[in-house]
Nanobody
Framework: QVQVVESGGGLVQAGGSLRLSCTVSGLNFGNYAMGWFRQAPGKEREGVSCINWREDTTDYATSVKGRFTISRENAQNTLFLQMNSLKPEDTATYYC????????????????WGQGTQVTVSS
């Protein structure tokens, strides 16, 4: 059984930083692309960032480029999202998701999802 568990969310002031983690079990982590998505109340789920299985391709939403950094540690089956210079508009529930091999911008392409971790940025 595949389990995806996010952690690291919280309340932070604008301009601050948070580091999200996502630990995956029950699949061969090294064969999966991993993505971060977010969903704010009343809005659709949107892609934030993705890293492919070989770690040689990373994608970022325009709104977070230059502020967020995605990385993975395959030996620990863990995905990270370093978020710097946070803005109130980054407030959302952040989800980690897995799909085989390569990244996709479409959340429907991802097979496995976590329950999410809340990030709240105060102004």
């Amino acid at each position: 059984q595949v389990q995806v568990v996010e952690s690291g969310g919280g309340l932070v002031q604008a301009g601050g930083s948070l580091r999200l983690s996502c630990t995956v079990s029950g699949l061969n982590f090294g064969n999966y692309a991993m993505g971060w998505f977010r969903q704010a109340p009343g809005k659709e789920r949107e892609g934030v960032s993705c890293i492919n299985w070989r770690e040689d391709t990373t994608d970022y939403a325009t709104s977070v480029k230059g502020r967020f950094t995605i990385s993975r540690e395959n030996a620990q089956n863990t995905l990270f999202l370093q978020m710097n210079s946070l803005k109130p508009e980054d407030t959302a529930t952040y989800y980690c998701a897995a799909r085989p091999w390569s990244c996709s911008a479409y959340h429907s392409d991802y097979s496995y999802w976590g329950q999410g971790t809340q990030v709240t940025v105060s102004s």
